[in-house]
């Protein structure tokens, strides 16, 4: 092989790895996102901004005495979260949007929306 042959060889495989990455975004880790919390029958925080057009994770934990549900009828999404313990939700890829959620259980103090950019 010349050392252009080499060289064009190089380039090429170059190029396909970078659009290989380009091409396969990695969903947003849940280091990136803060721990959704049931804390005395709220959501903490209440807001949570999200990556649009990605799948990520989110955790969800119940520092409440009692079962909750992470609910949501926009992310089609019903998980229960037992009381002191902590549960993964995997969701996406959203559109642009708010997405509301609530606490099954207690609807009337537990509510909150993602917010996906």
Do not use: C
């Not at 090429?12 to 969903?27: E, G």
């Not at 799948?55 to 119940?62: A, M, P, W």
């Not at 969701?91 to 099954?104: E, K, N, S």
């Amino acid at each position: 092989m010349t050392t252009k042959t080499t060289t064009r060889l190089s380039l090429s495989t170059l190029i396909a790895v970078l659009a290989m990455a380009i091409a396969t975004k990695s969903p947003a880790q849940a280091a990136d996102l803060p721990v959704l919390q049931f804390r005395d029958h709220h959501f903490v925080p209440d807001h949570i901004d999200v990556p649009a057009g990605q799948k990520f994770t989110l955790q969800v934990q119940n520092l409440d005495a009692t079962d909750d549900e992470f609910e949501s009828n926009d992310l089609d999404r019903e998980e229960l979260v037992p009381a002191g313990k902590s549960i993964t939700v995997y969701l996406g890829p959203l559109d642009p949007g708010t997405y509301h959620f609530f606490g099954d259980f207690h609807q009337d103090t537990a509510q909150g929306v993602l917010v996906a950019k």
